[in-house]
């Protein structure tokens, strides 16, 4: 028996049966190097769910079948046979896309669901929905260029730009598109500045047909970043190429934003979505769940409907929880049921505050990389920016000593304790430092 087939024995008892067939029936160990284990999944879904649901059973077990801690990496292969690999507890960085060659956009991270076809249309999104289409078909339209889209969060902007992206790519196959997160575009940026290879950078940002650039309210007070994509956005324009923008505020709210650049961002169309009313949510719902063959009936999604608030991702995993009750439990699709679902999402609702988002923050704040920080090199700069990093997963979201160790790429507990310990006792003596660790902190809690 292997480690992996005696965890196996122990996820079982504490998952039971169903579940356990569900998804970890078909892994296996694949090898293990040093103090990683890496296990082998049929399908990248299999993997990325039990990564995200079961790696604390998993880490419990191992513990308490090694005595020590394992650092896990899951993996699946895909149909030309190269492994994709998931490390979790850091989630959607993806190993191999880490190694590709080129280093630019984000292209690999479309989504083939977000999609035209799958957005359903209503009151709330009408207009950004109408404005979005209009640019896949004819970008570069002055009416619409740049288009800027905004609103809360989980109301379908993302969706909305990557399925423009997607048409085009279908439609019009010759266009160059790029789509890029704020803090992709941020980090290509610095990377290519660290590579000396800024010419090369600035040739993939200019020299394509279509910008989307997601979530710009992130670039507050990156003031390079921002100057270097002033530059791209007025060459793009100029050429008559397409802009589209998404953002959680409109341009005249945004704060730390260079002016001309908020200027610029509102010189063509302004959209915002709202948030779903009632109506809509069922809308949704109802067709999500004829996507998936799930019959629920009328009082159910009025119920789901009325009793959430506007993030569509909510609808979705309530939609999911209903359909995995009604498989595997054999839990029919009801209000009770709906109600019991409801319930465990409140509870289980995470602060959307994620290890990856402070270590994000941290490399920013020292000028580093996020992947400078995940990686074992031990410079002092970046040493520091990720003892700081440590510092804060802990500070802001009390997780245990060996669970952030394994965050940071398998750290033992000792190594997150000496951390901690550095980081404090230098906020205690130096003023400037103490200052720089609580902003980013504070950054967490502000109120926008
Ligand atoms: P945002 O970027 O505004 O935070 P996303 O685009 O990521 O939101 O949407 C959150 C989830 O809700 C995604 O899974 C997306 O597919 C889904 N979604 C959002 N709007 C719609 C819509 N109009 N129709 C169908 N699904 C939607
Ligand atoms: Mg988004």
């Given amino acids: 028996m292997d480690i992996w087939e005696m965890i ?40 990325e769910w039990v990564a995200d649901k079961y790696y604390n059973v998993i880490n419990e077990v191992a513990h308490s079948i090694k005595g020590d801690n394992a650092l896990f990496v899951f993996c699946a292969k ?21 190694t590709k060659k080129s280093f630019l956009g984000e292209d690999r991270f479309l989504e083939e669901r977000y999609t035209f076809e799958n957005f359903v249309v209503a009151d709330f999104n009408r207009i950004a929905h109408a404005a979005a289409y209009s640019v896949a078909k004819k970008p570069g339209n002055q009416m619409y ?30 266009l160059n598109v790029m789509y890029a997160t704020a803090e992709r575009f941020k980090e290509d940026y610095t990377l290519s ?16 047909d279509m910008l989307l650039l ?3 309210q992130l670039m507050e007070n990156w003031s390079s970043t921002q100057e270097e994509l002033f530059h791209i956005y007025n060459s793009l324009y100029m050429r008559g190429k397409q802009i589209v923008l998404t ?13 001309r650049l908020i200027s610029r961002f509102n010189s063509g169309l302004v959209i915002e979505i709202t948030t779903p009313g009632l109506e809509a949510k069922i809308l949704i719902l109802k067709r999500k769940a004829e996507k998936h063959n799930l019959h ?35 839990k029919p699709i009801n209000i009770a049921s709906a109600r019991e679902v409801l319930h465990y999402l409140e509870k289980n609702k995470q602060s959307d505050i994620t290890s990856e988002k402070i270590i994000q923050r941290v ?7 996020t992947k400078e920080i995940m990686s074992r090199k031990r410079t002092k700069e970046i040493a520091l920016a990720r003892q700081v990093a440590m510092y804060l997963v802990r500070e802001i979201l009390d997780y245990s000593l060996n669970y952030i160790g394994k965050i940071f790429n398998g750290k033992n507990h000792a190594t997150v304790i000496h951390a901690c310990e550095i980081v404090k006792n230098l906020m205690q003596t130096d003023e400037d430092f103490r200052e720089k660790v609580n902003t980013i902190k504070d950054s967490f809690y502000r109120k926008r």
């Fill in 8 to 47: 196996l024995e122990g996820v079982k008892v504490r998952v039971g049966e169903n579940i356990f067939k569900l998804w970890f029936e078909g892994s296996k160990l694949l090898r293990t190097n040093g103090e990683e284990i890496v296990i082998e999944f049929d399908s990248l879904k299999k993997a």
């Fill in 145 to 174: 260029n740049p288009l800027f889209i905004y609103g809360g969060n989980g109301v379908g902007k993302t969706h909305l730009l990557q399925a423009i992206a997607n048409y085009t790519r279908k439609h019009l196959p010759s």
């Fill in 363 to 369: 490399a920013e704040a020292f000028n580093v990389t």
């Fill in 78 to 98: 895909d149909n030309q046979g190269r492994e994709e690999l998931i490390v979790p507890g850091i989630r959607n960085v993806n190993i191999k896309n880490r």
């Fill in 296 to 330: 629920i009936p009328d009082d159910v999604l009025e119920f789901i409907a009325a009793n959430t608030d506007g993030d569509i991702r909510e609808l979705e995993n309530c939609l999911k929880n209903l359909y995995v009750n009604l498989f595997i439990n054999g």
């Fill in 247 to 259: 953002s959680d505020c409109p341009p005249k709210e945004m704060v730390g934003i260079d002016k």
């Fill in 214 to 216: 997601d979530d710009v």
């Fill in 193 to 208: 500045l660290k590579r000396q290879k800024l010419d090369e950078f600035r040739r993939a940002y200019r020299e394509v």
